[in-house]
């Protein structure tokens, strides 16, 4: 007799998932590292930006692999992660205003003070202004591998908390790519995307649900986005919008609703490939020769104590003020101590930051690559003593028996907070 299994948690999957592609990613970072800083150095950089054609519109010139990461691939992760967004909206852990009070409350401290501590050390410089965004961002699969590294020692409380931060930061990463870092618009084009747009929500309304004419649009309103002057991967976040969604509240996710099937087909290539492979193309940094005078230049200095301090203090001191001021319920079975440690985590910019790196200064190798050194180094701190911090902070009295607990309300995507004060 064949047994049947109960379909999985798409929470299960997601924090599984997240976890060893920032492993991977991390990999493929160090890796990127290793080989700028050799006599593979010229390969690297020749075969990243080799020429593939065609040229897809005057701005760009001819198509290089770089350009088929950052411009092409990278539109499948929007394309991801705005179905994590809707998902969490339609049916996730903010799908009421109750749960999404303090990730938004944490998610807009956490952007606020990195780009206002980067204003302070980097604003003045003539030029550089325009990278307050770089460290406004939190990489969460780098963030979800280190915590991966903890094992059952990271409380599933802080998973939760990361991940509803991380997707709220996404969605400012996201605005500020379409409002602050868009280039000369083309109305024309502008306008056939936004009629691309609308046949796919006609589409949704008419009840059509292959994934494939609806992909076929993506590409559509992709091309259309190149053309337009805004960012193109705001397509992927953009057409996610308009696949069919069944919601299932309390429930493993649909098999038969287009977003759920599309959101787990694309999840493994998503962090198992393009993420580690755009890790792979931007953080190659040659550091070689590489002085204290520029380490601590005001535009990677600006960066990292962006990353480094501003999340830290932003988001541990939104959320510690959201609980003493009862506008929010503290994290269940996690100690400040931990919470301090995940906030720190948050420090991790990574994969967003270098893609907001990349057009904050286009066109300048240098300024991009001081981006990238502050990057690095902001967000190499903030994984390292994030990481210490998690591993010596006492375990909450509480840890095993709410964990236990915890394991069952993923199963259901169910949310993990307690309104109950608790140790440090």
Known sequence: MTRSFPPRSALRDFL???????MLLIFAAILAMIVANTPLATLYHD???????????????PMTVHLWINDGLMAIFFLLVGLEIKREFVDGRLASWDRRRLPFIAAAAGMAVPAALYIAFAGSEPGLAQGWAIPAATDIAFAMGVLALLGKRAPTSLKLFLVTVAIVDDMGAVAIIALFYTAKINLVALGAAAAIL???????RMGARSLALYLLAFLALWFAMLLSGVHATIAGVLAAMAIPFESTPGAPDSQTSPLHRLEHGLHPWVAFAIVPLFGFANAGVDIRGLGIDQLFAPLPLGIAAGLFLGKQVGIFGSVWLSVKLGIAGKLRGATWLQIYGVAMLCGIGFTMSLFIGGLAFPGDAL????????????SLAAA?????????????????TIENDSDAEIAADGDVRDTSEAPV
């Open 16 to 22: 599984e998932s997240e976890s060893a592609g920032g």
């Open 47 to 61: 075969a990243i930006h080799a020429v593939t054609g065609p040229v897809l519109t005057d701005k760009l010139g």
């Open 198 to 204: 609308g046949a796919m929500f006609v589409m949704n």
């Open 367 to 378: 300024l991009v690559e001081e981006a990238k050194i502050g990057i690095l180094m902001g």
């Open 384 to 400: 390292l003593i994030g990481f210490a911090v998690l591993r010596l902070a006492p375990l909450h009295p509480e840890h095993d």
